[in-house]
């Protein structure tokens, strides 16, 4: 398997892999790395399509993608994923536990779309936004950088920080990013995650509404879900020491077998 999948490699400790999320790449991380560096070493790929990464597959499934992350990564992680990257960290805890020691993800659900008694985003916004990528895709991806922060205290800087980070993905990696958001539904397989797991949430997120804890919790036979208040689709950047917070008190309550002393 020819691989172009882009990876850094940073730090020093257990693996923590981090999955971006829709529409981003793996600078996304930047603030949060020289909080983690020290504790652990950091594998932070640009999913296909995304950032640096060459789009690698004509079919942008599960299946089709994960042996490309395998190649790069160590064989055991803690694996940490946003929003649709939180959809392939749960999928590989699914579907190889034994290349899992400790799962987080945050913002992210195991089935996104909306439907009766299960919280989420209407169907109808994600076809919509496949319709106006096509047509103009920069302002669309723009407007969704703006509902991912919105409600936040710091939304107009952040929002000014990340413009100038951001590079244009694939189209077909959007496309491709949104029909796995549209059409994934993992509440059935979810028992099969037996290591303790951590689900992270935020109160005013547009695109997880925080009332999917509700649908959630009840599923997860060995996970707790965390609402962190005043912030919305990104945690990680909003609340940054509240999120690095409750890194910190996961990690020391289920602490990795990996993990350097």
């Known amino acids: 398997m020819t691989n172009l999948l882009h990876l850094n490699v940073i730090g020093k400790g257990s693996p923590l892999i981090l999955l971006h999320g829709w529409g981003w790449h793996s600078a996304i991380w930047s603030p949060l790395i ?9 594998f932070i790929p640009d999913l296909p399509g995304f950032g640096k990464s060459s789009i690698l597959t004509e079919h942008y499934t599960f299946e089709a993608i994960i042996p490309y992350l395998f190649e790069r990564v160590p064989p055991t992680a803690t694996w940490l994923g946003w929003s649709l990257g939180g959809l392939f960290a749960w999928w590989i805890a699914i579907h190889y536990p034994e290349k899992v020691s400790r799962l987080i993800t945050v913002a992210t659900s195991p089935k ?43 939304q107009e800087t952040l929002l000014i920080e990340l413009q100038k980070q951001f590079t ?31 689900h992270i949430f935020g109160n ?22 965390e609402v962190m208040q005043r912030t919305g689709h ?4 909003t609340q940054q020491e509240r999120f690095l917070a409750c890194l910190r008190n996961y990690c020391l309550e289920f602490p990795s077998p990996t993990h350097e002393q």
Do not use: Y
């Open 234 to 237: 990104m945690p990680f950047l």
């Open 168 to 198: 244009p993905p694939d189209i077909s990696a959007l496309l491709g990013g949104l029909e796995l958001l549209r059409t994934t539904d993992l509440r059935a397989d979810l028992r099969k995650v037996t290591i303790p797991s951590l």
């Open 112 to 154: 996104f779309v909306s439907e009766e008694n299960w919280s989420g985003i209407p169907i109808s916004t994600l076809e919509k936004f496949a319709i106006d990528l096509t047509s103009h895709c920069k302002t669309t991806l723009n407007d969704f950088l703006e509902l991912q922060l919105r409600g936040s205290s710091n």
């Open 34 to 42: 020289p909080h983690l560096a020290d504790k652990f070493q950091l």
């Open 204 to 225: 005013l997120d547009k695109i997880v509404p925080v009332s999917v804890v509700n649908n959630l919790q009840p599923l997860l036979l060995n996970g707790n879900c």
